[in-house]
């Protein structure tokens, strides 16, 4: 067989937005904040320990790499796939709070996983030149960062999808908005996963009162013409 090589790019950029903001879009964000500080603290604060736990045990088993390198690998092992973690839960038929704080942490860790990944990889091709104190600020910059970008375009494109009557146009644009979302936040600088993953949450909790899939034609309120109904016969 000949060898293949995929860029991480061409992942990046063409695979994983549309996932995570269609898992995104499915969490109910009502349930959501219910829940709030156990995903926080196992999203953000297990994972970052794992990875460290991880690095460590790596550095002390393997003394030749680094402890830079060694949390590189952390990173990579420290979460979970939020695509099969949200599958497997809604095939569970898990309580809706439950669901919510499975599907929330899921999403929250990988983009933590993420932004920490970018973070070790910083400390490892910079050695020394870089404290803790600008990892911690490169990882709030990454991820708070990201998590305005994506609210920031979640809202310009509420506010686009209002004006929208063509439901091929609505199409597009929800098939575009996952795309334009990551490259603007990296454009900027910040983790285009938590952009999308927070634009996702925003943009599925507005569609969810019209009873239809976020980015769906015709789902810009209850009332709306065509209905989810009459675009599925279509």
């Known amino acids: 067989m ?27 964000v009502s349930e959501l904040r219910s829940v709030l500080g156990s995903v926080s603290t196992l999203a953000v604060g297990l994972v970052a320990a794992s990875a460290v736990a991880v690095a460590f045990v790596a550095h002390a088993l393997f003394p030749q790499l680094s402890l830079a390198t060694a949390f590189v690998l ?26 919510a704080l499975v599907q929330g ?15 070790a990889i910083s400390l490892a091709t910079a050695g ?14 990454l991820g ?9 375009c979640a809202y310009l494109v509420g506010g686009l999808r209002r004006r929208i009557h063509d439901p091929v146009i609505e199409t597009v644009t929800a ?11 990296e454009a900027l600088g910040t983790s285009g996963v938590t952009a999308v993953v927070l ?5 599925g909790e ?19 013409t065509p209905s989810c109904s009459s675009y599925s016969k279509v």
């Open 105 to 119: 942490e899921s999403l929250l860790n990988d983009a933590t996983s993420l932004v920490l990944f970018r973070v």
């Open 2 to 28: 000949p060898a293949v090589q995929l860029r991480p790019e061409i992942v990046a950029i063409g695979v994983l937005p549309p996932l995570l903001y269609a898992a995104a879009a499915d969490v109910a």
């Open 128 to 141: 020394a030149g870089v404290s803790m104190l600008g990892a911690s600020w490169q990882f709030v910059r």
């Open 199 to 203: 634009a996702g949450l925003h943009l």
């Open 74 to 99: 952390g990173a990579v092992l420290a979460s979970t796939d939020p695509i099969a973690v949200s599958a497997l839960a809604r095939r569970m038929h898990l309580p809706p709070r439950l669901l």
């Open 175 to 185: 098939l575009v908005v996952p795309y334009a979302v990551y490259v603007a936040a």
């Open 206 to 224: 507005r569609e969810r009162g019209t009873g239809c899939p976020a980015g769906r034609p015709g789902c810009r309120s209850p009332t709306s």
């Open 144 to 152: 708070g960062g990201g998590a305005l970008v994506g609210l920031g």
